[in-house]
């Protein structure tokens, strides 16, 4: 076996042995869904066949969740949230963007480079000041509260400037001299023609609202506007924890955004590649 083949060879065991690590959690997870609560840990020690296959498959987690727990009304609430805020962000951080990468005027560099670092800072940071200004324009538990803070993003701004600073100038300057509008060309040109960097965008604000826990569980009292997030860690109580129904909801936590990224990979790569390789 010649050296090049062993370190194929090695580089492939690494990269399974990762697998694994990363994989476990979520398989177990998927199993122990289907299992009565009795039975989760039952064949955890000695890990056995029966670790990974459920003996007793039963729906029970999942029937609760949804007949029981009112979890399709989360569901339907957390899709709700975000793809609302993701419409907005594209529309608003695309225009700004365009803004930045095609006007020129006072200032300009200082802005975009405040909005370089606002996407370097801790939520944590700045959590109090954004729930005081919340409290004081009275959107505390309520859709505006949750939707309106997460439009604005930095990265996403930076991922459309980057793409737009590469498209020529003269293709502009044509649509001009035909007596088009800006309106007309951000609209009918410029937009069109950034599919991949619009599906990087969508799917990096839809993941990030979808995952949103800590701004949800502080910005929301009632169960009217309850998140996925904020209702997976409330089946731990005093007394105990129904695992096999935290399990599944883990599972549908993690699925639609796994779907959606497996989906549009291909765009997403070429967004985040195309964007990340201009230069500014």
């Known amino acids: 076996m010649t050296l090049k083949s062993t370190s194929k060879w090695l580089l492939y065991t690494i990269h399974l042995v990762l697998l694994v690590i990363v994989f476990f959690?979520?398989?177990?997870?998927?199993?122990?869904?289907?299992?009565?609560?009795?039975?989760?840990?039952?064949y955890v020690s000695p890990i056995s066949w029966r670790t990974f296959i459920p003996t007793d498959f039963t729906w029970e987690a999942y029937t609760n969740l949804f007949a029981l727990r009112g979890y399709g009304p989360i569901v339907v609430n957390t899709f709700f949230i975000a793809l609302t805020t993701v419409l907005f962000s594209v529309i608003f951080n695309s225009m700004a963007a365009f803004a930045f990468a095609k006007f020129t005027f006072k200032g300009s560099e200082i802005l975009f480079g405040l909005v370089?670092?606002?996407?370097?800072?801790?939520?944590?940071?700045?959590?109090?000041?954004?729930y005081s200004l919340m409290?004081?324009?009275g959107w505390i538990d309520s859709y505006y509260g949750l939707i309106i803070p997460g439009i604005a993003n930095g990265l996403v701004i930076f991922l459309y400037r980057q793409f737009f600073m590469d498209l020529p100038m003269s293709l502009i300057e044509a649509a001009r001299l035909e007596g088009a509008s800006w309106w007309?060309?951000?609209?009918?040109?410029i937009m069109p023609?950034?599919?991949?960097?619009?599906?990087?965008?969508?799917?990096?604000?839809?993941?990030?609202q979808w995952e949103s826990f800590m701004w949800p569980l502080i910005v929301t009292r009632s169960e009217k506007y309850r998140v996925i997030q904020v209702a997976i860690s409330m089946f731990?109580?005093?007394?105990?924890?129904?695992?096999?129904?935290?399990?599944?909801?883990?599972?549908?936590?993690?699925?639609?955004?796994?779907i959606l990224i497996l989906l549009f990979q291909r765009y997403f790569?070429?967004?985040v590649a195309n964007s990340g390789s201009k230069e500014g």
């Open 135 to 137: 409290n004081g324009i």
């Open 184 to 189: 007309k060309i951000y609209l009918g040109i």
């Open 193 to 208: 023609l950034c599919k991949p960097v619009t599906i990087s965008a969508a799917l990096l604000t839809f993941i990030f």
């Open 236 to 258: 731990t109580t005093e007394h105990a924890t129904a695992w096999n129904e935290m399990f599944a909801a883990t599972i549908i936590a993690v699925i639609v955004p796994v």
């Open 25 to 42: 959690p979520l398989i177990f997870a998927l199993v122990s869904s289907f299992r009565p609560v009795d039975d989760i840990f039952r």
């Open 269 to 271: 790569v070429q967004g």
């Open 116 to 130: 370089i670092f606002s996407f370097m800072i801790p939520f944590e940071v700045i959590s109090i000041p954004l």
